[in-house]
């Protein structure tokens, strides 16, 4: 597994992935091309050989107090290995590098996968909009994570797998 920043090189391999994972609502190459290219974002490819396998954004505005995680996606062929939450580990330290205090994301209610494994980070529900996912009509769940939490508990984490 290796994760890098993407580029707009990425996008045709990234908008592959997008479509198969979001099949009713994936974005459009316009959308994701303008969200890799912003400076306010921070957009990582998980690549196997020469392979994109996986991505995901974080919006996160240097010096801003909150940032939110824009996309997740992985290869179904490659979930239950690690890869996501790799991934999402390295969203989340980008937040924490670039100053944020709080990360949201907005996950699909169906989406027990993802919920689960947010969860285990440190994510909680704070909300919900109903109906958010069209033309499925599915509710958004809407998560924050504390990052000076997550960021104490992976010292800790660390601290105790050394010692």
């Known amino acids: ?55 995901g954004g974080v919006r996160a505005l240097q010096g801003s107090a909150d940032s939110d995680i824009q996309t997740i996606a992985l290869d179904a062929s490659l979930r239950g290995q690690g890869r996501g939450r790799a991934l999402l580990r390295a969203l989340i330290a980008t937040a924490l590098e670039r100053g944020a205090r709080e990360l949201f994301l907005e996950v699909r209610d169906d989406n027990i996968p993802a919920q689960t494994l947010y969860a285990s980070e440190g994510f909680a529900e704070i909300g919900r909009r109903p109906g958010y996912y069209q033309p499925d009509n599915v509710d958004a769940v809407i998560m924050r994570l504390d990052l000076w939490s997550w960021a104490r508990s992976s010292a800790d984490a660390a601290e105790e797998a050394s010692a």
């Open 1 to 55: 597994m290796t994760l890098r920043p993407a580029t707009l090189d990425d996008l045709p391999a990234i908008m592959d992935l997008e479509q198969r994972s979001f099949p009713t609502d994936a974005w459009s190459e316009q959308t994701m091309g303008t969200e890799i290219a912003s400076l306010h974002n921070v957009y990582l490819v998980d690549v196997e050989g020469e392979r994109v396998v996986g991505y």
